[in-house]
């Protein structure tokens, strides 16, 4: 269709894109329940998702941050502790200017880690500094429809275009709880000196004003066995997964989008009760969806007797790509040599992370490359130590991207020594939004004045020249197509295209 009397010229636009670096720093005191610091290991950062609110010309983000700490104590023993802080950051919005704020704003922010640091400033005292980045994209409602100075509304004869643009939906976190019940097979008194986890989401749907998520909350406990004066046995890794499924709420998404989901596990809490691990996981799940909507845009217009001075700009629309889970497997090794990992060290524990770092097309594809960052919590020689190592991996995506929107995570991760080696196998999650941008020349103002007095008879023929349209034509004598078309016998429902006037060697212009 490319007439259409909807002046429907309200499109969904990105109006900023930037990324802000951010450092995080914070002191944190044990409590004197807690064994004193002999030897740290790692501090991991987790950032649940941030809160949002738009308003003052800028939009402020605010989240809470758990940092999971582990450890040597001065008995030799394992010991690990979750400390938690927040972050806040704001993002101006002064190039909203031109948009309707009133019809919603619709903002992403991707957190990404760059480096952590940690010292030991007493046996009980830590300090950590935190630098990261944020990606942040907004998009807003941009009115298209030309404004008109000079005549009546009404008066206008408009050709339209119908095209395809993006729409996006966020929404907020939504935090909520599973339960499990772990089997523990060992003698002695069971104390669990750590957790962490992951959220594995491989199913994610649009529904009517809402996702649906079905995944596993990954687990990992460490656990030791007290034996005679409170020492420790050895530690033991124990892996759960508890599988869940919750639909979080995401207004204006409908079925036939699509949505991708992030995962968090905002916190674990444990207790010991005759063999068994009793566990009570808080997960926040984040959603987004998109999908495309048509748009209607002026091309051009006139109206009978006025001379119109027409100005244009052009503007970015974009077209959704994909959107939604995907995962893939990793694996590799590195030798032992230059890890400082003793021989024969036995592998506790291990987690990892996963950094893109380069994007390249291949054809119509897009491929991804990155590292997989691995830290692995062996036991050998005079105690505990990690090992950090790293893997490359690529992965292929079966679209081209020119815009790409990406939160990885890696959910499962397993470390073994083998022939002086230590090998990964890793599972990498991504959960990926696609776009692509289309220049689009738009009509944004006419100002109409009366055009200058002519005199023809009542009845006039019209010989198109080549390429010319029934709405050129119709522009040229003032008239409305529809009337020019049925004075002819012809159709006027596309006028400007250019079979228009396809086997049309003459019109009669009444």
């Not at 869940?244 to 991708?260: H, K, N, S, T, Y």
């Not at 689009?440 to 009542?458: C, G, I, K, W």
């Amino acid at each position: 269709m490319d007439r259409n009397e909807e002046q429907n010229g309200r499109v969904q636009l990105k109006f900023t894109e930037k990324t802000l670096p951010l450092e995080l720093t914070a002191e944190f005191m044990l409590p004197d329940y807690r064994s004193e610091i002999s030897r740290l290991l790692w501090v991991r950062p987790t950032f649940l998702p941030p809160a949002r609110f738009v308003g003052g010309g800028k939009a402020d983000f605010s989240g809470g941050v758990h940092y999971e700490m582990l450890y040597v104590g001065p008995d030799g023993g394992l010991y690990s502790t979750d400390l938690e802080d927040s972050y806040a950051f704001s993002v101006p919005l002064d190039t909203l200017a031109g948009y309707d704020a009133s019809a919603g704003v619709e903002l992403t922010a991707e957190l990404v880690t760059d480096a952590v640091v940690s010292r030991v400033a007493a046996p009980r005292k830590l300090s950590v500094r935190c630098r990261l980045h944020a990606r942040i994209c907004g998009y807003a409602v941009k009115d298209l429809a030309p404004r008109t100075t000079g005549v009546a509304e009404e008066k206008i004869e408009r050709l339209c275009t119908v095209g395809e643009n993006g729409r996006l939906f966020t929404g907020g976190g939504e935090t909520f709880e599973v339960a499990d019940s772990v089997p523990v097979e060992t003698e002695g008194d069971l104390r669990v000196i750590g957790a962490h986890g992951t959220v594995f989401l491989p199913e994610v749907a649009a529904l009517s004003d809402a996702v649906r998520c079905r995944g596993e909350a990954v687990l990992t406990f460490l656990v030791c066995r007290e034996g005679e004066e409170g020492a420790q046995c050895p530690p033991l890794a124990i892996t759960r997964r508890i599988p869940f499924e919750r639909e979080v709420a995401l207004e204006g998404i409908m079925p036939d989008c699509r949505a991708r989901a992030m995962g968090t596990v905002g916190g674990i809490r444990t207790a010991v009760e005759e063999g068994k691990l009793n566990v009570d996981v808080q997960l926040v799940l984040a959603v987004e969806g998109q999908s495309e909507e048509p748009v209607v845009l002026t091309r051009d217009l006139f109206a009978p007797g006025t001379v119109a001075e027409c100005r244009f700009s052009e503007e970015s629309l974009w077209r959704a790509g994909g959107c939604g889970n995907r995962h893939f497997s990793v694996a590799g090794e590195v030798p032992v040599e230059g890890l400082s990992v003793p021989a024969g060290a036995e592998i506790l524990d291990a987690v990892a992370e996963a950094e893109m770092r380069e994007r390249s097309t291949d054809g119509g594809r897009t491929v991804l490359s990155g590292e997989l960052h691995c830290h692995a919590l062996y036991r050998g020689g005079d105690g505990y130590g990690v090992a950090d190592f790293s893997i490359p991996f690529r992965t292929v995506l079966d679209e081209s991207c020119e815009e790409l929107a990406l939160s990885c995570c890696v959910p499962i991760c397993r470390v073994g020594a083998t022939n002086g080696a230590l090998r990964a196998d890793a599972e990498v999650q991504l959960a990926l939004r696609a776009a692509r941008t289309e220049p689009q020349r738009v009509l944004t103002e006419a100002r109409f004045v009366p055009a200058p007095s002519e005199t023809r008879t009542d009845l006039e023929i019209c010989y198109p020249s080549a390429g010319e349209t029934l709405w050129d034509v119709s522009k040229r004598y003032g008239m409305s197509p529809e009337v020019l078309a049925a004075a002819n016998g012809i159709s006027a429902e596309a006028p400007g295209a250019p079979e228009s006037l396809a086997d049309t060697k003459y019109l009669m212009i009444p």
